[in-house]
Antibody, heavy 123, light 108 residues
Framework: QVHLVESGGGVVQPGRSLRLSCAAS????????MYWVRQAPGKGLEWVAV????????YYADSVKGRFTISRDNSKNALFLQMSSLRAEDTAVYYC????????????????WGQGTLVTVSS | SYVLTQPPSVSVAPGQTATITCGGN??????VQWYQQRPGQAPVVVVY???DRPSGIPERFSGSNSGNAVTLTISRVEAGDEADYYC???????????FGPGTKVTVL
C-alpha cells in the first residue's frame, strides 16, 4: 500500500536552512503529483507546494514562494522540500502527500498523507 | 487570494446529524474536498469532488455543492467522528490549493 515517510525535521535558528525528505513506496512514484502541506501547532492545514510527476512544474503558497523549493528524484522515489530563510512562523508539522489519481494537470485530490515531521524555528 | 470560510465549531449529539458549511467566492464552480483530522493524526479525505466518497469511508459522510452552499453532512454521528474537518479547493486563478480554516466537531 501507499507509504510516505517524512524526515529531516528538527530545531533550526531563524534565517537558517533545512531540507526535508519524503520516502515513498507502494506505488509508481514517477506517475503522481506530490505535495507538501504544513500545520502550525494548534492551527489549521496550509498547503505549501506541489510538483508535477516529472518535476517539470511546481507551485508554491505565497507565504513560502522564493524561500522554499520542492523537488523530486524519481529514480529514488523521493520528494524533497528545501527551506531557506526560515522564520518563526514556519514552525509546523510538515506532511508529504500524494495525489489520489494519476493527473495530467494540477487540481487533484490530496489523498495519501505521511505522518509528518516537525520543524521548529527558534533561536 | 482565494479564501474559504467555515464555522469554527459544530456540536452534535450521538445519533444526530452534523452539517458543516464551506463558503467561498463562486465556490459552486469549484470541486470541493473534505478532510477529517483526528487529534495527533494525519488528515484523511472523506469526500472529494463535492460528493464522492473514497472506499472505506462510511456512507454516513456525504457532501453537496449546490452552487451557493457547500456542505459536509455526517449522519448518525458517532463518538469517533469527533475531529477537525477542513474543506479544500484548487484555485486555478492563482494556481493555489486552498484549505478552509477548519471546523471542530464535538460529539456531546
Amino acid at each position: 500500500q501507499v507509504h510516505l515517510v517524512e524526515s529531516g525535521g528538527g530545531v533550526v535558528q531563524p534565517g537558517r536552512s533545512l531540507r526535508l525528505s519524503c520516502a515513498a513506496s507502494g506505488f509508481t512514484f514517477s506517475s503522481y503529483f506530490m505535495y507538501w502541506v504544513r500545520q502550525a501547532p494548534g492551527k489549521g492545514l496550509e498547503w505549501v507546494a506541489v510538483i508535477s510527476n516529472d518535476g517539470s512544474h511546481e507551485y508554491y503558497a505565497d507565504s513560502v514562494k522564493g524561500r522554499f523549493t520542492i523537488s523530486r528524484d524519481n529514480s529514488k522515489n523521493a520528494l524533497f522540500l528545501q527551506m531557506s530563510s526560515l522564520r518563526a512562523e514556519d514552525t509546523a508539522v510538515y506532511y508529504c502527500a500524494r495525489d489520489k489519481d494519476i493527473m495530467l494537470t494540477f487540481g487533484g485530490v490530496i489523498n495519501y498523507w505521511g505522518q509528518g515531521t516537525l520543524v521548529t524555528v527558534s533561536s | 487570494s482565494y479564501v474559504l470560510t467555515q464555522p469554527p465549531s459544530v456540536s452534535v449529539a450521538p445519533g444526530q446529524t452534523a452539517t458543516i458549511t464551506c463558503g467561498g467566492n463562486s465556490i459552486g464552480y469549484k470541486s470541493v474536498q473534505w478532510y477529517q483530522q483526528r487529534p495527533g493524526q494525519a488528515p484523511v479525505v472523506v469526500v472529494y469532488d463535492d460528493s464522492d466518497r473514497p472506499s472505506g469511508i462510511p456512507e454516513r459522510f456525504s457532501g453537496s455543492n449546490s452552487g451557493n452552499a457547500v456542505t459536509l453532512t455526517i449522519s448518525r454521528v458517532e463518538a469517533g467522528d469527533e475531529a477537525d474537518y477542513y474543506c479544500q479547493v484548487w484555485d486555478s486563478t492563482s494556481d493555489h490549493y486552498v484549505f478552509g480554516p477548519g471546523t471542530k466537531v464535538t460529539v456531546l
